[in-house]
């Protein structure tokens, strides 16, 4: 509720620290900031049964969710707001510095922007509330998938971002990364591959 604050819960186990401290994790990969036209699809096709993929980064790419409590704290939440909001959650990866989705609308009126927004302004006031600092960027990056854009590849770049990053030497090994409709990483990634249209523009996301 607003005005109240939420206290993030300790998550027992002893494989945090070890994680994030092996010789593969290099905590100023990819930390240079992309600035990026703000060109925005029409409203309406944000609404319905359309597959999207979805990244939104942290203010001034802040590696917050180094914190494995807030990484689960946000994942969550995301349960929560895409249940409301009848969207699907394909495949997701919690990196230390932004998120990766991959969504499907469920209904004629799900809506992929009032979801976002919720979950934005929800966990960023929790945040500002806690730490008197913003939580996310303004903007996000968002591409509406075509028939060109076989999802199971688009699946598996957002599962193998914490491979390319260096924080882990396979995605099944990554705690933040799965899907809220299915089983997470658990095969041999396709050979083929693909990329969002903004890593061709120098995005190091």
Known sequence: ???????FPTIPGKWNSAFFSNPHYNPHHQS???RHKNIRLPLDRYVGTAWFFVTFCCENRNKIFLNPTRAQWLLDNLRSEALSHALAIHAYCVMPDHVHLLSQGLTPTSDLLRCLTALKKRTGFTYKQETS???WQKKSYDHALRSSDPHDLVTWYIWMNPVRAGLCLS????PWSGSLTGAGPHSTPPHESWSPPWRNQGAPI
């Open 32 to 34: 240079r900031m992309f």
């Open 171 to 174: 995605a099944t090994d990554y």
């Open 1 to 7: 509720m607003p005005g109240r604050k939420q206290k």
């Open 133 to 135: 600092h913003h939580l």
